[in-house]
């Protein structure tokens, strides 16, 4: 092989080598976006929640949450909310899972995970193993079985 096809067959390579990690970037970065635009709607609905609470003394139904998440920014990252409030009593603590989202990364080095929004407003990113655990801690049999509905 000749000095030129060398330089041009570890250039050609350095070029695909570069482009790959480029694409493998930008699918984590995207999958990084959407993560963050799950966390701040979210965090909007716990306020729109927490606000809904102090001036009526209780949980919002469900309905209150359905149409408000189609006015948070980012809601479309949010995905599908699973909300508790039917299941929680006026004397749960604060960190009691108040409603959460399930986010797959597939195409990403991100693992999947659950949006989780806590009686008290906060709101964290839980790996589903210990989200799981966690859940499965303060749920009631009944509320196990109807969630799998």
Known sequence: MTAHKRALLIESSLVLAATVAAVVGMIHLKDHVNRSEAIRAMTQLGQLVLEHRQNYGSLPPESFVDRAKGDLEGAVRLG?????????GPEAPDRTILAYSLKRHPSSLLE???VVLYLDGRVEWL?????ER???DQQTPEEAEAMKK
């Open 134 to 136: 966690f859940l499965a």
């Open 80 to 88: 599908t909310v699973r909300y508790r409030a039917l299941w929680i």
């Open 112 to 114: 999947d995970g659950y």
């Open 127 to 131: 790996p589903v193993v210990p989200f």
